[in-house]
């Protein structure tokens, strides 16, 4: 017996809830269910989290979670709970596979079975972001090394354990060679390992088209955290609808499961929603405590009575289905097809194996980091470049001078055209003429050079070699 936390959220949440637990209970699942408040009420009782302490420590005790949608009232400064949830408790996985249930569901890519694994903690979901200029905002983007090896790992061990023959990395390390750089350069590390398992590497905007045109390319797609969370509901769409899409949230310690729709409010209390995006995320839960067998019940009765044509309104179709129901009588349905299997559709077989093999993350032998520069963003409301430049030019030292200037990545000094628009923001990049190390004592003394010339430092990053090797990007152009 395994006890689990449930949420029944907001909007229909409680019903395709309701629904779900039904179904899983029908079928067998031995599950003790401890059911916590979150979202839209604790939102509006002051908690600006959606959840409370108590909750929390029910979440972490129980380790299963099983949630239905939310919602998050605008403005406030209410924080996803999505978010918060998967960060807190080191979700770091976020699973949402994404087939075509054709010819019952409309579709035009009926042979598309893809698994999309995203990783769920960091990259500009870190939230960090700060205005720095009248006109500039920024938001920082964070990929670790931690992070990108567990993410991958997962998924060649999800495609081992699921019998699926190729991992796709999608990243964008043409432009973002650092960040996204070190995404694909972990990949193929972590690639050569599984050597039975195909591997390949696409850039997003073009690997995002071939998916849209050709899924049936893919098998398993692992991408950084916005990647993964934008084609995954574009996967989920174009395999039918994204009504019908659950998603696991795996940690080392909890999981989370869920459906990836939100609460839709305008359809709440009215037995209308289709509850099967929640009940497939039931479904993953079920596999990741080891029920796999009722999982198994589930997922093909489910599949027969998307075959008999039973369908909720939002896929209901004259000519294809044979019944429309609401999200009661969907549930009777898929449990009086229990014991059933599709004709049409493929039916599934779960291995009784729990086979991933996801040790803890090893941390590396440090490298030999050497501070070799400094990049002092600055807020200046001009447009003369080189009038710029002089100013800038007079906080230098002794053996550190002006290398560069930016305006928005792009190289505007030295050689730069009167073409190129400016905005207020400014990267000014200083490095040791002679090039010799420099200091942070030196940092700060063209701090203190820029404040006494009236020169508005509004952020410095420091420039590394690691072992030797540049670990910062070039202006673009430069």
């Not at 239905?68 to 949402?96: C, D, E, H, M």
């Not at 409010?265 to 929603?273: E, K, L, V």
Request: hydrophobic content about 40%.
């Amino acid at each position: 017996m395994q006890r689990i936390t449930v949420a029944k959220g907001d909007g229909i949440g409680p019903e395709i809830m309701d629904a779900t637990l039904a179904i899983i209970k029908a079928a067998g699942a031995q599950i003790e269910i401890d059911e916590i408040e979150v979202g839209e009420k604790v939102y509006l009782a002051g908690n600006t989290s959606g959840i409370s302490r108590e909750s929390w420590d029910t979440i972490r005790k129980n380790k299963v979670f099983l949630k239905a949608p939310i919602t998050t009232p605008q403005g406030g400064g209410y924080k996803s709970l999505n978010v918060t949830t998967r960060k807190f408790l080191g979700l770091y996985a976020n699973i949402r596979p994404c087939a075509s249930l054709h010819p019952f569901v409309k579709t035009k890519h009926p042979l598309m079975d893809i698994v999309i694994v995203r990783e769920n903690e960091e990259d500009l979901y870190a939230g960090i972001e700060h205005q720095q200029t009248d006109e500039v905002v920024q938001c920082l983007k964070l990929i670790s090394r931690p992070g990108c090896e567990k993410i991958v790992r997962y998924a060649f061990e999800y495609a081992k354990q699921y019998g699926r023959k190729k991992v796709t990395c999608f990243t964008k390390d043409n432009i973002m060679k650092q960040t996204d750089g070190l995404f694909h350069e972990v990949f193929n590390e972590i690639a050569v390992e599984y050597p039975d398992i195909e591997n390949e590497h696409w850039i997003i905007d073009i690997g995002a088209a071939k998916m849209a045109d050709t899924p049936e390319a893919f098998d398993v797609i692992v991408m950084p955290n916005l990647y993964g969370d934008v084609l995954s509901d574009v996967a989920a769409q174009i395999a039918g609808s994204v009504g019908l899409a659950g998603s696991a949230n795996i940690g080392e310690e909890c999981a989370m499961f869920e459906a990836i729709h939100g609460s839709a409010p305008r359809r709440a209390g009215q037995n209308m929603a289709n509850p099967s995006g929640l009940l497939q995320g039931a479904i993953q839960m079920l596999t990741h405590i080891g029920q796999v067998k009722v999982a198994e019940k589930v997922q093909n009765a489910w599949l027969k009575t998307i075959e008999d044509g039973i369908h909720t309104y939002d896929i209901y179709k004259e000519g294809v289905s044979t019944q429309k129901v609401g999200t009661k009588e969907f549930a009777e349905a898929v449990i009086s097809n229990l014991g059933q299997s599709p004709t049409q559709l493929k039916a599934v077989h779960y291995s009784d194996e729990k086979t991933l093999n996801l040790p803890k993350y090893q941390r590396k032998a440090p490298k030999k980091k050497d501070l070799v520069g400094v990049d002092l963003f600055v807020h200046w409301a001009g447009t003369d470049v080189e009038h710029f430049a002089s100013l800038v030019k007079q906080i230098e030292l002794p053996g550190v001078k002006l290398s560069m200037i930016t305006n928005r990545g792009i190289k505007v000094y030295p050689d730069g055209f009167p073409e190129t628009f400016c905005t207020d923001h400014w990267r000014c990049r200083f490095k040791p003429t002679d090039g010799e190390i420099l200091s942070k004592a030196q940092i700060i003394q063209l701090l203190q050079h820029a404040e006494e010339k009236g020169i508005d430092a509004v952020k410095t990053e420091n420039l590394y070699h690691f072992d030797g090797k540049a670990a910062y990007s070039l202006g673009q152009g430069q």
